[in-house]
């Protein structure tokens, strides 16, 4: 989805299982950013090395 207040791009993985579930996402997208849900920066993420908690969602925020 497009982020709230900028032209860069949410990404949401979510995780349904009871265990954390971890691998990749491969695009074209660039600076990636963990947010939270109000799309506040928390930290930077390597798309190639994401985890998801049990029953939880990941928020990522990307640049084109």
């Known amino acids: 989805k497009k982020a709230e207040d900028s032209d860069k791009s949410i990404i949401r993985p979510f995780n349904p299982l009871e265990e954390t579930v971890s691998g990749k996402i491969t ?11 109000n799309e506040e920066a928390e930290e930077s993420i390597d798309l190639e090395k994401i ?14």
């Open 51 to 64: 985890s998801v908690g049990p029953n939880k969602i990941l928020t990522i925020e990307v640049e084109k």
């Open 27 to 37: 695009t074209t997208f660039k600076n990636a950013v963990k947010v939270n849900m």
